[in-house]
């Protein structure tokens, strides 16, 4: 699923910018990182269990940040319609 979030032309990165996403209804799958402090991702996963939206657990954020192509990690990140 990485392989994915990697080509995606169509995507976000970090908490904020995934979380408008799921509100706006234009995230179509989300990734989480699991080490990512909890009252970072729980108000997130609470919002995608509400919407319907399908989670990617992913292990680290660094292993997050590689796939979004940027040189931090990163908590969060999703695909948008396109």
């Given at each position: 699923m990485l392989e994915k979030l990697k080509s995606a032309k169509n995507k976000v990165v970090g908490t904020k910018?995934?979380?408008?996403?799921?509100?706006?209804?234009?995230?179509?799958?989300?990734?989480?990182?699991?080490?990512?402090?909890?009252?970072?991702?729980?108000?997130?996963?609470?919002?995608?269990?509400?919407?319907s939206i399908k989670v990617i657990h992913v292990t680290t954020m660094k292993e997050l940040g590689e796939a979004c192509g940027i040189s931090v990690g990163a908590a969060a990140a999703a695909l948008l319609d396109e």
């Open positions: 910018q995934t979380t408008k996403a799921v509100d706006k209804g234009k995230a179509t799958l989300v990734f989480v990182a699991d080490d990512a402090e909890s009252r970072i991702k729980d108000p997130l996963l609470k919002k995608c269990e509400e919407k």
